[in-house]
């Protein structure tokens, strides 16, 4: 099965994910849920509400198309793996055999229907909230999604500054425009009026020794320059450089880092 999504979601059914042995298959059974809370689920529609309760309840109900491991790795869940076509399109294939509770099999069609689901008027909207709340975005990674910022931006009368994300080397848990796309995607997101880009930002691989990331560091501010230069970017910051690796992004150029470890600790 193959069905073309819409805004450059595109889907492919029918790749086997696994199987599971049926000596370990349980009976089908139904059971009541109970937990103590300080307030209700407010709807079962995972689109329509950006509320943390009902958010914690529905992710043990539900399975969207990948999940985060407990490191925050991304990892195969409906589908059992994920390619970027172009700048604006990727292809999923989907986990064979995956039904609902009712019986009708799970496939493209279905992932189609709930990206338009969570694009309609009353799904929480990330764009919106995002001009509202906050003062910088740290990860646009596409003309798409900055044009959704600048509507919704004038909407709001506010002006956002804006970090274009790089992926200077290919991990599934990380996301970014690689360096064929970065240049063609400045140059679309030229002229947004309400988002401001500033800069670049990029997320190196983890490595022990932080010198090893040294070589990423330099080549995000090589790209900053030309982007400035060329007149794509309107600022100079360059956001890179965590915890353990801050002093080489800092000799780098960076202007802005992440150190949320070395003031809160590591994660639990």
Same mark, same amino acid.
């Not at 989907?94 to 008027?121: I, W």
């Not at 309107?234 to 915890?243: D, H, K, R, T």
């Given at each position: 099965?193959?069905?073309?999504?819409?805004?450059?979601?595109?889907?492919? +059914?029918?790749?086997?994910? /696994? =199987?599971?042995?049926?000596?370990?298959?349980?009976?089908?059974?139904?059971?009541?849920?109970?937990?103590?809370?300080?307030?209700?689920?407010?709807?079962?529609?995972?689109?329509? =509400?950006?509320?943390?309760?009902?958010?914690?309840?529905?992710?043990?109900? @539900?399975?969207?198309?990948?999940?985060?491991?407990?490191?925050?790795?991304?990892?195969?869940?409906?589908?059992?793996?994920?390619? %970027?076509?172009?700048?604006?399109?990727?292809?999923?294939?989907? *986990?064979?055999?995956? !039904?609902?509770?009712?019986?009708?099999?799970?496939?493209?069609?279905?992932?189609?229907?709930?990206?338009?689901?969570? !694009?309609?008027?009353?799904?929480?909207? !990330?764009?919106?909230?995002?001009?509202?709340?906050?003062?910088?975005?740290?990860?646009?990674?596409?003309?798409?999604?900055?044009?959704?910022?600048?509507?919704?931006?004038?909407?709001?009368? *506010?002006?956002?500054?804006?970090?274009?994300?790089?992926?200077?080397?290919?991990? =599934?848990?990380?996301?970014?425009?690689?360096?064929? =796309?970065?240049?063609?995607?400045?140059?679309?997101?030229?002229?947004?009026?309400?988002?401001?880009?500033? +800069?670049? /930002?990029?997320?190196?691989?983890? #490595?022990?020794?932080?010198?090893?990331?040294?070589? @990423?560091?330099?080549?995000? *501010?090589?790209?900053?320059?030309?982007?400035?230069?060329?007149?794509?970017? %309107?600022?100079?910051?360059?956001? /890179?450089? /965590?915890?353990?690796?801050? #002093?080489?992004?800092?000799?780098?150029?960076?202007?802005?880092?992440?150190?949320?470890?070395?003031?809160? +600790?590591? *994660?639990?």
């Amino acid at each position: 099965m193959d069905a073309q999504g819409v805004a450059g979601l595109q889907v492919v +059914g029918d790749n086997l994910a /696994m =199987q599971l042995d049926p000596r370990f298959a349980l009976p089908l059974q139904a059971a009541s849920l109970r937990w103590a809370a300080q307030n209700d689920v407010l709807t079962l529609d995972p689109h329509s =509400q950006n509320h943390a309760t009902t958010h914690s309840i529905l992710q043990h109900t @539900y399975e969207g198309l990948t999940r985060y491991t407990r490191d925050y790795k991304i990892e195969p869940c409906l589908s059992v793996s994920w390619k %970027e076509i172009s700048p604006t399109q990727w292809r999923f294939s989907l *986990r064979k055999g995956v !039904k609902f509770h009712d019986g009708e099999a799970f496939d493209a069609a279905d992932v189609k229907f709930s990206f338009e689901r969570a !694009k309609a008027e009353g799904s929480t909207n !990330k764009a919106k909230k995002a001009a509202v709340l906050f003062d910088w975005v740290h990860s646009l990674d596409g003309a798409p999604i900055g044009r959704r910022l600048a509507e919704a931006a004038v909407s709001a009368g *506010r002006e956002l500054r804006a970090l274009v994300q790089v992926e200077l080397v290919a991990e =599934q848990s990380k996301f970014g425009l690689d360096e064929s =796309q970065l240049f063609p995607a400045l140059e679309s997101l030229r002229g947004l009026g309400a988002v401001k880009l500033l +800069g670049l /930002m990029a997320l190196p691989p983890y #490595e022990e020794d932080a010198e090893r990331t040294r070589p @990423y560091f330099r080549r995000l *501010r090589a790209l900053r320059d030309r982007a400035k230069q060329e007149g794509l970017i %309107e600022g100079a910051e360059l956001s /890179m450089g /965590m915890s353990h690796d801050l #002093e080489v992004a800092v000799e780098e150029g960076a202007t802005l880092v992440r150190v949320g470890t070395a003031i809160f +600790g590591g *994660r639990n």
